[in-house]
């Protein structure tokens, strides 16, 4: 079993109309007459490889590709940028920080102006090349001649800039679906409450995602080409029985773990969630769990070692249980 990925621009977007008759095509997908996808026309190569001019695009049954976007509205036929929605907001910030460094720029050119007091020496002698030149170097020391006098320039810094900066990225956070800490890795002004309430919003996000369309539209039906294919070589006697698949997201990091476990622990006991459900949700398998567990104390028990971490033999206050025989 093999699989490719292939980026968007692969999909033939030209074709476009009827087909056969029947059939329709819409920016490279075929349809029948019922609306159900049948077929996707895609490039053989990446449409800007050198081969590109020489190569037409095929028709590819639907049962064989794995659409892959995120619908944002009834009837979407492919999906778009999720930098779409900030494309501007992107633009604009590019030419404010193009424009400040433009400007520095110029600043730092002045380093200091020369004076002339007598007004006379210029109708005197012309134009004084001399001073015209003048550079600044470190630790230079300079006598001026009488009559003359220096003043250095002293660029100002724009006190908007960090606030003005600060405004777009979380305008393009919200864009995105991200909280302004983690789109810019800035937690100045972040403390535990707040940091923690962004980060849940974040990974409310993220489930989103992945339990909507990302494992619906990829992970099933790979898991379900996979079952097929071990049917049709012999590796599964009955394609009736066939097991299904699940799903366990990585783990996330917890902002303090102190608490959160403790909040976990009271859930498990209150009913509100299963152990199983519990162990998902930290990226654990629950059988591997529970049969690494079971090996381990079959292990302790053997060589009658009570750990302290054993609820079968010790309380939570270090304390030997009854059942040891102590």
Request: aromatic share 12%; charged share 25%.
């Amino acid at each position: 079993m093999k699989l490719k990925v292939l980026p968007s621009e692969y999909l033939d977007s030209t074709k476009n109309g009827y087909f056969n008759g029947e059939n329709y095509l819409s920016q490279g997908i075929e349809y029948d007459s019922s609306g159900t996808r049948v077929a996707y026309w895609l490039y053989p190569c990446f449409p800007s490889s050198d081969f590109s001019m020489k190569s037409t695009s095929v028709r590819v049954p639907s049962h064989e590709i794995i659409h892959v976007f995120r619908s944002d509205r009834a009837g979407q036929e492919r999906g778009l940028s999720w930098l779409a929605p900030v494309m501007l907001e992107f633009k604009t910030l590019d030419n404010y920080q193009s424009a400040e460094l433009k400007r520095r720029e110029v600043s730092s050119c002045f380093a200091g102006f020369i004076t002339d007091l007598d007004q006379d020496s210029l109708s005197k002698f012309g134009k004084d090349e001399q001073y015209e030149n003048e550079r600044i170097t470190p630790g230079m020391l300079k006598y001026l001649p009488a009559g003359k006098s220096i003043s250095f320039s002293n660029p100002q810094g724009d006190a908007t800039y960090d606030p003005f900066v600060k405004a777009v990225l979380r305008k393009i956070a919200v864009g995105l679906g991200l909280s302004y800490e983690v789109l810019s890795s800035d937690l100045s002004n972040v403390n535990y409450s707040s940091g923690r309430m962004g980060f849940l919003e974040f990974q409310r996000n993220i489930d989103q995602w992945r339990w909507t369309f990302f494992i619906p539209t990829l992970c099933s039906t790979v898991s379900q080409w996979f079952l097929d294919i071990a049917y049709l070589s012999g590796s599964m006697e009955s394609q009736n029985t066939r097991s299904t698949a699940s799903f366990t997201p990585p783990v996330r990091e917890m902002i303090d773990p102190t608490k959160e476990y403790a909040a976990m622990t009271e859930a498990i006991r209150a009913g509100l969630k299963s152990y199983p459900e519990a162990l998902r949700e930290l990226g654990f398998n629950p059988t591997k769990v529970l049969d690494e567990i079971q090996n381990f104390n079959s292990l302790l028990d053997a060589r009658k070692i009570y750990l302290d971490c054993d609820p079968r033999h010790m309380n939570k206050q270090g304390m030997l249980q009854n059942d040891t025989g102590a």
